[in-house]
């Protein structure tokens, strides 16, 4: 194979490697999640709260919620770029869900 069809294949296979993540981070955006993170995006944690607010309200329940935040997480993003910190944020994220029955799970 000449070093032009070579090159020509590789242009093709990045061209489509690049339209498959787009495609499976519009199925993220889709789903409600970020598709760095893979956690809720804050627009489905919105929606999620206030129907929430309203179930609680509805059977008399009190709620409370927690908010964590990964310390120097931004740190992180800038001086090892979107792999490191998108691998923290995912393993931080889900940690506390795993102690929630299944029924109130997002």
């Known amino acids: 194979m000449s070093g ?15 339209a498959r993540v787009t495609e499976l ?6 789903r409600g999640r ?10 489905s944690f919105r929606t999620r709260l206030g129907d929430e607010i309203v179930r609680a309200k509805r059977h008399d329940l009190a709620g409370s919620l927690a908010v964590l935040q990964v310390d120097r997480l931004d740190d992180l993003h ?22 929630l029955p299944v029924e109130d799970e997002p």
């Open 4 to 18: 032009r069809s070579e090159r020509e294949r590789l242009t093709r296979a990045l061209a489509a490697a690049r």
């Open 34 to 43: 970020d598709a760095l993170t893979g956690a809720v995006s804050i627009e």
């Open 78 to 99: 800038r001086q090892h770029g979107y792999v490191l910190s998108g691998r923290v944020a995912r393993r931080s994220a889900p940690t506390p869900m795993r102690r």
């Open 25 to 30: 981070e519009l199925d993220f955006l889709r």
